[in-house]
């Protein structure tokens, strides 16, 4: 299969090891580091829309996703993502297997270990789950989502589709709205906007806002009108259902009228602004359609394409970097 | 609208702390003019009203009334509650959400209000529940029944126990600078009980729960308070020691408002007597030195809001061994004789009275009225403050006349009530 050389070129000659052995958090990259990931991601992005897209970058190397809570758009992205890298792909939803007879996590860890993975992509409902597994492996631990933690890789492929936006994320001002409290993806996405030199504004009720989010380094906002205002971002968390049938949220009637973003509540953010989502969507919930679907002011189809491309480069990186242990 | 003038009045208006001669202009359901000191004339054209030195005030706010609409229509409607309101000078009423169903969702209370301004009597204004169904667990809508015209949140009676269940009802509140509104009553030392643990409890042989069960549940509100920053209403303060938290919260900052019922003020558990049920209240009635504290409470302004715990009951309800009957007690049409017996026995000044029965539920609840102020609605009330009148309960107005106040004696009648500028009642 060929390819135009151009663009592979371009991959190889941005491709360099990832800064840490594993990616836990958002933490584990800075503003010095992000940038040329950024820079690696856009290649993979063009590359993808070619119809022949399968690169050698990570030829024999075995990664193994392990997630043992259900997923379906992140495992096909880190799969689809490692697969075009040229890797063995191997999927397991431990919660249909040993761990439902017993096994610790820790065990779980051992035995995959001992079947020598190079990376292991790891989703888990406890938070620290992906930092704890990193301890016990010998391969590279990418967590795709721990508990109420982090998702780095979705921050990072926020970064990527906000950057493909707007061309800089410095100076935006960035609305993360919903169940911030429950929210790993608020929270890699609160560090990394900032650590890009965006604004963060956290608005939702206060039953889903973390009391002391102000230390964040962000405002805190409870009428959401009042917080879009002069916002570029809406960034939408989805609410889990078991959320809005408990004591936080009265009705998803209520959430939508209050929180959920229509186009009235979208008119007072700035002019140009631009709606995301990590999906899947509670369309009526925390997103009218009208908005969700309109891809003049919609990115969440790009987030997803992104997704892919933001994984490649992760995997790749640290593929280079693990090559680069072995030399 | 005709225009009304009401001339050489004794005015009573709590907000400007005014106590004398006067007269009051209104046009269009509205007050157009306060006049201060005598000699006032009435322009051309205008019915004119001689006070003759009557007491002319704001109209009264009840924030705590009850009624059976829907669900229990035999025992009160919003028209029997509006008309009894009415003859007791009670120009608005708040109604509480423990119906059936309960008053939990926007359509309800848009239901209330709207029932309620056909009778072409009172206001009748609506307080919604705060947790669905008064379940205790899960969150009523609290913003769209805000939206609909809620003018607080409580779950009436029932104690939310969950502590989590509340921490989060008052935290989702403050979104919308809700008034949540709770009894102070520990559930498990309450269970059961249906007077105050004491000596007198102990012989009548009923079960009692220690007076402490409120200070202990209101120290636990006032913290959720104090960490949500929820604006709050202590419902029905009832003990010295609740009142000492209270003072306690309020010296340290916190923005804490409280009721007291009439009952609490008038009576003390000795009334009880031999198990006679319409003594039977909720909270229970307590000793006498509570009562005293309250009045101080009354006179100190501790207290925002004096309730009449408007509460009807049939008399099958009430003819009962007395822990089996039915607690609460009428009090929409006795409300402001009452009142006035703690200015004639108990030595209150007539606008410290007032002052919780107008201007500080007005404040509370964000309404216009309970002022005598030009650009107010036209919510009066014309009373002679000393006329001695006997408590009749067959004659009340309401369905029901469990009135713990039948046959007493008592001073202060009410001879005109004015809503909006429309007369609802008129004894003169």
């Known amino acids: ?327 | 609208m005709s225009a009304i003038a009401i001339l050489n009045a004794r005015l009573l208006d709590p907000a400007t702390d005014y106590d004398g001669p006067g007269a009051v202009l209104v046009e269009d359901g509205r007050i157009t003019e306060v006049i201060h000191g005598g000699g006032a004339v009435a322009p051309a054209g205008v019915t004119v009203i001689d006070a003759a030195g009557l007491c002319l005030s704001p109209g009264l706010i009840d924030i705590r009334v009850k009624t059976g609409e829907p669900g229990a229509e035999p025992k009160e409607t919003l028209k029997s509650a509006s008309l009894s309101a009415a003859a007791g000078g009670v120009t608005t009423i708040v109604i509480q959400p423990d119906t059936d169903p309960a008053i939990d969702d926007p359509a309800m209370i848009e239901f209330i209000l709207r029932r309620g301004a056909a009778l072409g009597l009172v206001n009748v204004r609506a307080a919604g529940a705060a947790t669905r169904a008064r379940d205790g667990v899960h969150m009523a809508e609290l913003g769209l029944m805000d939206e609909a015209g809620a003018l607080y949140f409580t779950d009436v009676d029932r104690v939310i126990a969950n502590t989590r269940t509340l921490q989060r009802v008052m935290s989702y509140a403050a979104a919308f600078n809700a008034l949540i509104s709770c009894r102070p009553a520990d559930p498990w030392l309450s269970e059961g009980a249906v007077a105050t643990s004491g000596e007198l409890a102990t012989r009548l042989g009923l079960a009692s729960a220690p007076a402490i069960a409120e200070r202990i549940q209101l120290e636990r509100d006032l913290a959720l308070v104090e960490q949500t920053g929820a604006r709050f209403l202590v419902d029905q303060v009832s003990t010295e020691g609740a009142l000492e938290t209270l003072a306690r919260a309020r010296a340290k900052g916190l923005e804490v408002a409280a009721s007291v019922s009439i009952n609490h003020l008038c009576f003390n558990e000795i009334d009880i007597g031999d198990y006679r049920t319409f003594y039977r209240l909720d909270p229970p009635l307590r000793p006498e030195s509570d009562r005293q504290a309250l009045i101080e409470a009354v006179r100190d302004g501790l207290i925002d809001a004096i309730t009449s715990a408007h509460a009807p009951a049939p008399a099958e309800d009430k003819r009962r061994p007395f822990a089996e009957a039915t607690p609460g007690a009428v009090g929409l049409e006795t409300l402001l004789p009452a009142a006035l017996t703690l200015h004639h026995e108990d030595g209150l000044e007539l606008l410290d009275i007032l002052r919780p029965l107008t201007q500080g539920p007005a404040t509370l609840l964000g309404l216009e009225a309970g002022v005598l102020k030009a650009g107010a609605p036209a919510d009066l009330i014309l009373f002679d403050a000393g006329a001695p009148v006997v408590i009749d309960a067959d004659a009340l107005k309401s369905k029901s006349k469990n009135s713990p106040f039948d046959g007493r004696r008592l001073q202060g009648r009410v001879l005109l009530t004015v809503v909006g500028g429309r007369i609802v009642h008129d004894t003169r």
Request: aromatic share 4%; with cysteine; hydrophobic share 45%.
């Open chain 1, 1 to 327: 299969m060929s390819q135009p050389a151009a663009l592979t070129d371009l991959i190889l000659e941005r491709l360099a090891p990832f800064p840490r052995s594993h990616f836990l958090s958002a933490g584990d990259l800075n503003a010095a580091t992000t940038p040329p990931l950024l820079d690696l991601a856009d290649a993979f992005v063009d590359f993808n829309r070619q119809s022949s897209k399968s690169l050698d970058l990570m030829r024999g190397r075995t990664v193994m996703n392990l997630f043992f809570e259900n997923s379906t758009r992140t495992s096909a992205s880190f799969e689809i993502a490692a697969k075009r890298l040229g890797a063995d792909v191997t999927a397991l939803s431990p919660r249909t297997s040993s761990t439902a007879k017993g096994e610790t996590l820790i065990d779980t860890a051992a035995t995959l270990n001992a079947m020598k993975p190079d990376v292991l992509v790891v989703r888990h409902g406890a938070s620290g789950a992906a930092a704890l597994l990193s301890q016990k492996v010998g391969c590279a631990v990418v967590n795709a989502g721990d508990g109420r933690h982090e998702h780095p890789t979705q921050a990072l492929l926020d970064l990527l589709s906000l950057r493909r936006a707007f061309g800089d994320v410095g100076g935006l001002t960035v609305a993360i709205c919903g169940d911030i409290a429950h929210s790993r993806v608020a929270r890699s996405n609160v560090s990394m906007l900032q650590m890009m030199g965006a604004r963060v504004r956290l608005i939702g009720p206060p039953t889903l806002v973390p009391g002391d989010a102000d230390r964040w380094g962000c405002e805190v906002f409870h009428d959401m009108r009042e917080g879009l205002k002069g916002c570029d971002v809406v960034m939408m968390l989805r609410l889990q259902l078991e959320r809005m049938e408990g004591a936080l949220v009265p009705s998803t009637r209520e959430y939508f009228r209050f929180w959920g973003l229509d186009r009235e509540k979208l008119s007072w953010a700035n002019a140009g602004a631009k709606v995301m989502h990590p999906g899947p969507m509670n369309r009526g919930v925390e997103i009218d359609s009208d908005v969700a679907d309109d891809l003049t002011v919609s990115l969440i189809q790009d987030q997803v394409e992104m997704g892919v491309a933001a994984r490649m480069a992760v995997l790749a990186a640290l593929s280079a970097r693990l090559d680069g242990d072995a030399a």
